[in-house]
């Protein structure tokens, strides 16, 4: 029995270690995650807070005030007051600050971290002149900021995973072959596939929304039919996007290379945690090649701030813009054989 158990064990690492791609794949990925991430959080220590700082000025002079020479807060200048307003009842704000006059500042009663921000200002002030203002309208808690980033993640590795691995297997036992003998195109095939993926992700997604809606109270300001788009449009777009990973791979070991140096980033950049505000230019403007960051940005923007169709007409835009160019390429490079 250890006889055959040794067989078996010493074939399928043979197999591994022959396995160039998958082995390469095993090696550089999370080589290149770290080098990544540290690039892109690099810049000394990072910051715990942000706050917005009400002024026309591009740069944050800490001299100011004495606050704004408090470590571990990010100041980010802000030009837009209702914008700003709504990033703090969003949590992308912690706090929001202004100096011109005498010092105001808005603060989101349900942030735990808008708390401790309160409690430095307070500090700095030394019991000065201050007024405190609270966002108007009812506060955002933490949950109803997160949960389209939750139900938007757990799209992501369904539409991914669930359609890059079955098409990589399917190509691997020669099903995709003997497919390939009927008169069935690569097209046809790719649409079939998005059109299974897509009523399941619906389902699912619809199933997780309702049972954490009824029982936690998640806020929902704005449209069903809007968000319902969104979530067929965002989905669509992600099942495109596997499709177009898993094209030509042939082995599942490569497959989940790939798709893990997909949604990685996803995962870090498109805001299902926490918000990207404060952070580099740059890295704000490379989260938005990424589909999952637009559906998070719309499902945000009606949920919590009522958006409507012409909303997220943007956001809309350009997910149909991916999907189009995705599947193109998938149906362009689809290889029917391992080889």
């Not at 709504?86 to 929001?96: I, Y």
């Not at 100096?99 to 808005?106: G, K, P, Q």
């Not at 700095?124 to 203002?133: D, F, L, P």
């Amino acid at each position: 029995m250890l006889k055959r158990i040794y067989a078996i064990f010493r074939a399928r690492n043979l197999e591994f270690v022959r396995d160039r791609s998958s082995l390469s794949w095993n090696i550089i990925l999370p080589v290149a995650l770290m080098f990544g991430l540290s690039f892109i959080f690099s810049g000394g220590t990072p910051s715990a807070y942000t706050v917005g700082v009400l002024q026309g000025e591009e740069e944050v002079d800490p001299s100011t005030h004495p606050f704004l020479e408090t470590r571990y807060i990010q100041f980010v200048a802000v030009q837009d007051f209702d914008d700003a307003m709504s990033k703090v009842a969003r949590h992308q704000l912690d706090l929001l600050v202004s100096f011109d006059e005498s010092t105001r500042y808005w603060v989101n009663p349900e942030s735990s971290n808008g708390y401790f921000v309160e409690f430095a200002l307070l500090q700095s002030t030394g019991g000065g002149n201050i007024e405190k203002e609270q966002i108007r309208g009812e506060a955002v808690r933490y949950i109803d900021w997160v949960l389209p980033g939750i139900l938007g993640m757990n799209m992501m590795f369904s539409c991914l995973f669930g359609v890059g691995y079955v098409v990589v297997r399917y190509r691997k036992n020669g099903f995709l072959k003997r497919l390939r003998a009927t008169p069935l195109r690569a097209a046809e095939f790719v649409v079939a596939q998005v059109a299974s993926r897509l009523m399941l992700i619906i389902l699912i997604t619809a199933f997780v929304y309702a049972g954490t809606s009824w029982f936690l109270e998640t806020r929902m300001d704005g449209s069903y039919p809007a968000l319902i788009l969104v979530t067929v449009i965002g989905a669509i777009s992600l099942i495109a996007m596997g499709l177009m990973v898993a094209a030509r791979v042939t082995s599942e070991e490569l497959a989940g290379g790939l798709l893990n140096l997909v949604t990685w980033p996803m995962m870090m950049l498109s805001g299902v945690w926490f918000s990207l505000e404060g952070s580099s230019e740059w890295v704000q403007q490379t989260a938005k090649v990424f589909p999952l960051t637009h559906v998070l940005d719309a499902a945000r923007g009606i949920m919590i701030d009522g958006g409507s169709f012409s909303d997220i007409l943007p956001q809309v835009a350009i997910l149909s813009l991916m999907s189009v160019v995705f599947l193109t390429v998938a149906a362009a490079v689809f290889r029917w054989g391992p080889r």
